[in-house]
């Protein structure tokens, strides 16, 4: 909840603000009178020993908390909201994890599989139990492991089993994740399964159909395709019969592309720790929808409390309401 983006319903009725801030123009200006009044007096020994004991701050303060009370009021007429995370229920996301030969460079902590593996399980802790969660595996092309389900278990399972193979295929990727959305049956008003695709690679489409096609295919369904490009550009790999080693730097531009194309987030991660809380914040980002919630209640609350707070000083102070 973030209470400090409030916005109302009826702003038109915030006009009434203009009673409260009247109200404290003609209270100034009655204290300036009487203070004039008051120095009309000659002899002030005289009016020290008529009124010893000035209420100074006190005066004022009950008064003060009054128009405090009759401010929150007039917000809580505006209908005030905040904005307020709630689950999605039955909202489904695609896991689709690059398992090319790259994925076996060590400039992550033990591997880039092995980090990728544990975040990837992680993120399987930080969504909702409602949430639906697919995992897809690419190299040479895309493999469905598990369609999207709420069981926890399979998808942990098929996560530690993947296993590596030469080129990448993120075309293909996106497209078994679009398919797999599409066996998940609609709402029971009729209306599509929110859903989102998470691919995690570190290079470039060698293998299948292009990105094109499938970043085209993923915004004519409206599903956002966020993307991690995970690693460095000092990562390598030995290839067994090659000599030396073979480079393989991150292709973020065609990643962050596939992001911006479809409506989805772009982000980097060059540590295990940093791939969690990306992912920490891909859940999170998928598994609630914000929405304003009314909040007119407290603000009526506080306009009550403070109206009791006022009328208890003005009867310990002067014995009287204000």
Do not use: C
């Amino acid at each position: 909840m973030n209470v400090f983006a409030v916005s109302f319903l009826d702003p038109w009725r915030l006009v009434l603000l203009i009673g409260p801030l009247a109200l404290v123009g003609i209270y100034v200006a009655i204290q300036q009178r009487r203070r004039a009044y008051a120095m009309r007096f000659t002899n002030l020994e005289l009016l020290a020993s008529v009124a010893p004991k000035r209420p100074g701050w006190r005066r004022h303060a009950a008064a003060a908390v009054y128009v405090v009370a009759l401010s929150a009021l007039v917000l809580a007429f505006a209908r005030p909201t905040w904005e307020n995370q709630v689950p999605r229920e039955r909202a489904t996301v695609m896991l689709a994890i690059d398992t090319s030969l790259s994925m076996e460079a060590t400039d992550v902590s033990p591997s880039r599989v092995k980090a990728a593996q544990a975040a990837a399980v992680s993120f399987l802790d930080k969504v909702p139990e409602s949430v639906n969660v697919g995992l897809v595996t690419f190299n040479a092309a895309a493999s469905l492991r598990v369609p999207p389900t709420t069981d926890r278990e399979a998808v942990r399972q098929a996560i530690g089993n993947v296993e590596l193979g030469e080129r990448t295929a993120i075309g293909e990727a996106i497209f078994t994740s679009l398919d797999a959305l599409a066996t998940v049956p609609p709402a029971e008003d009729g209306s599509p399964v929110p859903a989102a695709v998470v691919v995690m690679s570190d290079g470039t489409t060698t293998s299948g159909r292009p990105d094109g096609e499938a970043v085209a295919a993923a915004a004519e369904q409206g599903v956002p395709v966020s993307t991690i490009a995970f690693g460095t550009d000092e990562g390598y790999i030995v290839v067994p019969g090659e000599r030396g080693t073979v480079p393989v730097p991150v292709d973020r531009r065609a990643l962050d592309a596939i992001a911006s194309d479809t409506g989805g987030k772009f982000y980097e991660a060059t540590t295990e720790g940093e791939l969690r809380d990306v992912y920490a914040t891909i859940g999170s980002s998928v598994g609630y929808e914000t929405e304003d919630v009314e909040v007119t209640a407290w603000f009526v609350g506080g306009a009550l409390i403070a109206l009791f707070v006022a009328g208890g000083l003005s009867l310990a102070w002067f014995s009287r309401l204000p």
